[in-house]
């Protein structure tokens, strides 16, 4: 599965996009959320990655703070599950 790299960094109030896309010669599972600050979820979304095009969330960063987008899956056949972990920063912005 390839994970859209969602920006570094953004203002608060903003949006940043992420997404999936499951590319059949990779193989492995299809599963994908993604993470808050403070580790709380607030943005959800689980299926099965396509394998035709990209699935792209645009994720709102309501407040300043760390969010991380975070996919998950395994290969066939084992138990053992593989993360990968995106960092975007929101910041406050301050006035002109």
């Known amino acids: 599965m390839l994970v859209n790299q969602p920006a570094p960094s ?5 949006r940043f996009t992420t ?3 499951y590319q059949r010669k ?8 993604v993470a808050g600050p ?4 607030f943005f959800y979304r689980a ?5 035709s095009h990209w699935l792209f969330w645009k994720v709102l960063a309501g407040r300043a ?4 987008t975070v996919c998950s899956g395994r290969r066939p056949g084992s ?4 993360r990968y972990t995106a960092v975007t920063r929101a ?4 006035g002109r």
């Open 65 to 68: 703070g760390k969010y991380r």
């Open 19 to 21: 997404g999936v896309w």
């Open 79 to 82: 138990k053992k599950w593989t």
């Open 26 to 33: 990779s193989g492995g599972s299809r599963a994908y959320r």
């Open 38 to 41: 403070r580790r709380k979820r």
């Open 91 to 94: 910041h406050r912005c301050h």
């Open 47 to 51: 299926g099965k990655a396509s394998s």
């Open 10 to 14: 953004v203002r608060s109030g903003h």
